[in-house]
């Protein structure tokens, strides 16, 4: 099992728009191979500072997902709302 975090800073006054697009990548992520769960955070009093925790059962599921036709429809209204490039780091269990 890995988990995936997805690290976003929303343009100020975007959050409405980045909320919808965000929703529409959680629907299609929930249907992907591997996709166990996730969770959308945003940082206590910084509604731009995003966090999104997401667990898959491996790597390669994620990897699947990630350059995936899907995935890169939904970044296409994602991007444009954001400061600057979505950071990924993954983890896992020692």
Same mark, same amino acid.
């Given at each position: 099992?890995?988990?995936?975090?997805?690290?976003?800073?929303?343009?100020?006054?975007?959050? =409405?728009?980045?909320?919808? &697009?965000?929703?529409? *990548?959680?629907?299609? !992520?929930?249907?992907?191979?591997?996709?166990?769960?996730?969770?959308?955070?945003?940082?206590?009093?910084?509604?731009?500072?995003?966090?999104?925790?997401? =667990?898959?059962?491996?790597? &390669?599921?994620?990897? *699947?997902?990630?350059? !995936?036709?899907?995935?890169?429809?939904?970044?296409?209204?994602?991007?444009?709302?954001?400061?600057?490039?979505?950071?990924?780091?993954?983890?896992?269990?020692?």
């Amino acid at each position: 099992m890995i988990k995936i975090i997805i690290e976003r800073r929303i343009m100020p006054g975007l959050e =409405q728009e980045y909320e919808e &697009a965000a929703r529409e *990548a959680v629907r299609y !992520s929930m249907t992907a191979s591997g996709f166990i769960s996730g969770e959308s955070l945003h940082e206590h009093g910084n509604t731009e500072h995003r966090l999104l925790i997401t =667990q898959w059962r491996d790597l &390669a599921s994620w990897k *699947a997902w990630q350059h !995936s036709q899907q995935r890169e429809a939904v970044l296409q209204k994602l991007l444009p709302l954001l400061t600057e490039e979505e950071r990924i780091t993954a983890y896992e269990h020692p």
